[in-house]
């Protein structure tokens, strides 16, 4: 039983080292270690080669493109076991992480993608990223096939990399694909889209670093408009796949309203907006949330991002008979 970690790095040299032996002290130890360089300028090399001579799991490979997702998918190519297990040049994977993802992935074989929860690796720049901490508090807190599946237009519901997956999804679904928006989440939508199940183990498997020179602070596939503009893509198509092509937007505020008005282009329109009052101008009328329609006359998206009011808004909708996933999604 197999297992391809795949672990694509660029001018790691200072943390590639700690990365690698995390996974070469697995407790489960029938795998492969594939690290994929992408055309390093330090000493990164100099690390693999040293590994590769200790220990043979470890199959040392240049990118044939450039860039993380030509990287990626350069690992899964050559890639030999049932599972892939991803994981990331400056993190580190606890002891036991592949052997709880596989018995999970063997306990529940319905499953095709297993994650886990991570831990906030302090780091001396660290302290300053609050939304960074507060994200990992939200996305430990979603566990269940459910919680995932109806978190999904959220953020992305999934560490990139605490991800454990079935090899045959690439063959049935497609890899990694390049473009202007986050290459994992893309493809979290688009494996749940075609009925791909996924929940995690319970567990703190996986160190994750934050630090200046994390992707998703400075390249602009990872702003939040770029999550915006994914999410809406595959929104809009399961609004219409579910026969809705008519929202009520709760959210009133100009940012709200640019990243509602994203669905327009799809052939979804707007009935109304929802907010505290009903006082804010925008194009379509706006009502308070008291004035609410019962659910069989509105399917609600909250585009609120502020979590303590996601929470409230979720329970408002429930003690209305909304239903998370048939009358309302929680999308901000």
């Known amino acids: 039983m197999k297992i391809s970690v795949v672990l694509p790095y660029k001018n790691a040299s200072p943390t590639l080292e700690e990365a690698m032996v995390s996974i070469l002290e697995q407790s489960y130890g029938n795998f492969e270690l594939i690290v994929i360089d992408d055309h390093s300028n330090d000493d990164s090399r100099l690390v693999v080669e040293k590994w590769t001579k200790l220990d043979s799991r470890i199959v040392p490979i240049t990118n044939r493109g450039k ?29 036991k992480r592949l ?35 507060k994200y990992i508090h939200w996305v430990n807190s979603l566990v269940s096939e459910s919680e995932i599946y109806l978190n999904r237009f959220v953020e992305s519901p999934l560490p990139h990399p ?16 390049s473009g202007d928006f ?34 998703s602070r400075t390249d602009q596939r990872y702003h939040p408009d770029a999550f915006y503009q994914i999410k809406t893509t595959y929104l809009a198509e399961h609004l219409k796949k579910s026969g809705i092509r008519q929202v009520w937007i709760w959210g009133a505020g100009r940012k709200s309203r640019q990243r509602a008005k994203l669905l327009e282009a799809y052939g ?20 308070s949330y008291k004035d ?31 239903r998370e996933g048939d009358d ?4 901000g």
């Open 67 to 95: 860039g993380i997702v030509a990287a990626l998918n350069t690992g899964l190519a050559v890639a030999k076991g049932k599972y892939i297990a991803r994981m990331d040049a400056d993190d580190i994977s606890l002891p």
């Open 99 to 133: 052997e709880k993802q596989i018995e999970k992935m063997m306990e529940q074989p319905n499953l095709g993608l297993t994650s886990c929860l991570a831990e906030h690796w302090n780091t001396s720049d660290q302290h300053r990223d609050e939304g960074f901490q």
């Open 162 to 177: 605490t991800v454990f997956f079935k090899r045959e999804l690439i063959d049935q679904f497609g890899g990694y694909s």
């Open 182 to 215: 986050p290459e994992d989440y893309e493809l979290w939508l688009r494996w749940m889209k075609n009925g791909v199940k996924m929940e995690k183990v319970n567990e703190v498997l996986l160190k994750w670093r934050d630090g200046n020179n994390r992707l």
């Open 268 to 287: 979804i329109n707007i009935k109304a907006y929802i907010d505290l009052n009903a006082d804010k101008t925008t194009t379509a009328k706006c009502i």
């Open 292 to 322: 609410l329609p019962d659910p069989t006359d509105a399917f609600v998206l909250s585009y609120v991002a502020n979590r303590g009011a996601r929470e409230e808004i979720r329970d408002f909708l429930q003690q209305k008979d909304y």
């Open 328 to 331: 309302f999604l929680m999308v």
